[in-house]
């Protein structure tokens, strides 16, 4: 799981995130160029994807271990979920 | 430039992403787990990729067209644009 | 449609990427370790995804104002098709 | 590292993308509509892409694990490694 220090950065950026997506969101009622929109759009799904690279880094390097030491089941559970995740994210 | 309705429709899925992002913070904070965590923001990443592409059907459906009737420098200058966007999306 | 000195300069990359194919397929055969493998799978795909550029770019720049002298219809098709494209490469 | 059934496999599925990206080469010789050619670009990326899944599979399945018995430092780098891969795949 995630410990402090890393939740409290993972905040700051889901904040900034969610003030992105309210940004796109008065773009879209003005309206601005669909481009402009667009990509204030890659920007945010980029930013996302950062996150989303943290926390798996965080798995990998905390998680994975710590359930090593719960057993062999526990680790080959913890890391087949992340078969399921790599196929999400790399399409 | 967008039009009304889609304006409406693409608020209302602005702010169902809006309150994705709320819900993977609360899932930081707890915290829960980070598959869990990295599955919503797979889906919060997904979902904000169909709005760029609602939001580029429109680009090539309209903007392009009406740019068409400006002349052919304003369409020149509106289809290399989507060279760009398709640059940042693609990869 | 592609013109001369484009297709040469895609036909050259697309032997390129077929060679890194290859060096893919080698590198399972001896095997090799899967992280390398991954590396060279993600170059290839990265490889095909700039062709793909360069292919969109080509279409936008000269194949839809080339659509556009037959008619708005035709500009309209081309531009249509362009969503389907769009689609496919932005997940 | 990967075993015989799976070598096998991967060999065929890569003898395919081969052909895939020879059918690609024709295409541009031809030459064929560019949105033809980005339509089969986008298998071909999706191909390589479910190979890449196979190989990340048998990674954590198998190759991790084996790690595990060489000891704690070989499991961490082992996993390190998977970061740098989720990174390239998941822009």
Do not use: W, Y
Request: proline fraction near 3%; charge should be neutral.
């Amino acid at each position: 799981m995630l410990i402090d220090t890393q939740q409290q950065s993972l905040v700051t950026r889901l904040n900034r995130i969610e003030g992105q997506i309210r940004g796109i969101r008065r773009m879209v009622q003005e309206p601005r160029q669909c481009i402009e929109i667009l990509q204030q759009l890659a920007a945010a799904e980029a930013a996302l994807n950062r996150i989303s690279l943290a926390v798996f880094k965080h798995h990998v390097d905390i998680c994975v271990p710590e359930g090593a030491v719960l057993g062999p089941d526990e680790t080959t559970r913890r890391l087949s979920e992340l078969v399921d995740i790599f196929d999400r994210f790399s399409k």
